[in-house]
Nanobody, 127 residues
Framework: QVQLVESGGGLVHPGGSLRLSCAAS????????MGWFRQAPGKDREFVAA????????YYADSVRGRFTIFRDNAKNMVFLQMNLLKPEDTALYYC????????????????????WGKGTLVTVSS
């Protein structure tokens, strides 16, 4: 059973940084495409970033490109989201997600083909 557990959320001032972590279990993590999504209050869930199994490919939403970095540690079954230059509009519940199909980043598929989801960690950017 695939399980994803996020951590690292919190309250940060505009311009600050946070690093989110996601611990994965229940399968061969090193073959999965991993992603981060977020849902702000009153809005739909949206894609943030994705990383291929080998970390050779990454993909970002336009709204976070240049500020956020997704990376992974396959030896520890973990994926991370380093968030810099945070803005109030980054406030959201952030979800870790996994695509276990082994087909790489599926940008043209609903939710990038992610099959498994964590419960989320809350990020609040406010002065």
């Amino acid at each position: 059973q695939v399980q994803l557990v996020e951590s690292g959320g919190g309250l940060v001032h505009p311009g600050g940084s946070l690093r989110l972590s996601c611990a994965a279990s229940g399968g061969t993590f090193s073959t999965w495409t991993m992603g981060w999504f977020r849902q702000a209050p009153g809005k739909d869930r949206e894609f943030v970033a994705a990383i291929s199994w080998s970390a050779g490919n990454t993909y970002y939403a336009d709204s976070v490109r240049g500020r956020f970095t997704i990376f992974r540690d396959n030896a520890k079954n973990m994926v991370f989201l380093q968030m810099n230059l945070l803005k109030p509009e980054d406030t959201a519940l952030y979800y870790c997600a996994a695509d276990t199909s082994g087909t790489g980043i599926r940008a043209g598929v609903r939710d990038y083909g992610m099959e498994y989801w964590g419960k989320g960690t809350l990020v609040t950017v406010s002065s």
